[in-house]
């Protein structure tokens, strides 16, 4: 079905076309969530917020640009809203943890990074993620977007909203910045 | 300088992890879990109003609550209340023969 055929029978209430369209964009929705958030349970949440949000607000699509590009701009939404509630509830932890030095997260869950990257990379997935949490959120976005959701300059730019040139200059600086931070890491622990 | 070389190599290294991202399968219900609330969604239940929202509302109904109390217990109080300054002035009016009656003999 063609996007603007489907987009069509999901306003029109067919929950057939709506779970067509999820299962044609969960792959791509839930990767986006992931290479933000680079945490599978975390990816999973969104990725389920997105496609409610995709029903809810389909009617406000105006089609200037792909459909692929509207859900994308909603997941990585969504996906850096989670990332700016996490470091808000980090700094509320650390006060609260003055007070019950027992009080955080449960360890259990593992943070080493993106499970899209081999096992043995592990140790440098963990802090190549950990660099790239952070880098400045539009640097970030931009950074995975081109690097890990293979799209290309233009399609960044329909989904963050902004010109290519600007988009090749954050994933410039994104990658400066990157480089810098590394470097300061490997000096320090080698 | 060695130090150096390897810590470039490191460098180069983790940053080449960037191009080999591979993308992961979404997991199996995914879409079962979407499909799932969408119908918790249209099943009418209650809109998701922020708690915040919800708050401030109980907060204003139980303030305005408090301020119909406090007016009907100052109503009903008001008459048993009245009666005691009342007698007392009556008394008063009497001992200075400031009744209505002691002002109706006077005209």
Request: glycine letters at 6%.
């Amino acid at each position: 079905m063609e996007d603007r055929e489907l987009i069509q029978e999901v306003i029109s209430g067919n929950t057939s076309a709506f779970r067509s369209l999820v299962e044609e964009y969960q792959g791509r929705v839930f990767n986006a969530c992931l290479n933000v958030l680079h945490d599978r349970e975390d990816a999973e949440d969104v990725a389920q917020e997105v496609f409610i949000e995709v029903f809810n607000s389909l009617r406000t699509f105006r089609g200037d640009s792909k459909l692929s590009t509207w859900i994308y701009r909603i997941a990585v939404s969504k996906s850096l809203d989670l990332v700016r509630w996490k470091k808000r509830k980090k700094r509320f932890a650390v006060v609260q943890s003055l007070f019950d030095p027992d009080a955080g997260e449960p360890e259990d869950r593992d943070r080493s990074g993106h499970p899209g990257i081999r096992l043995e990379e592990k140790e440098r997935r963990a802090v190549l993620f950990d660099t790239i949490d952070r880098l400045a959120e539009n640097q970030r976005a931009a950074l995975l977007l081109y690097c890990a959701d293979g799209l290309s300059y233009k399609e960044i730019s329909e989904v963050l909203r902004i010109s290519v040139p600007a988009v090749e200059s954050l994933i410039f600086r994104a990658r400066t910045t990157l480089k810098k931070k590394l470097n300061d890491y490997y000096t320090d622990n080698l | 300088m060695i130090n150096g070389d390897k810590r470039e190599d490191e460098v180069r290294k983790t940053l080449e992890l960037l191009n080999g991202i591979e993308p992961v399968p979404p997991p199996p219900f995914l879409a079962g879990n979407v499909m799932q609330a969408l119908a918790r969604q249209r099943g009418g239940r209650a809109p998701n109003i922020s708690r915040g929202f919800r708050f401030a509302v109980a907060g204003l109904v139980a303030l305005a609550a408090l301020n119909v109390l406090t007016i009907v217990h100052a109503g009903t109080g008001a008459g048993a209340q009245a009666s005691v300054p009342s007698a007392a002035a009556d008394s008063l009016a009497r001992d200075y023969r400031l009744t209505l009656e002691d002002y109706q003999s006077v005209e």
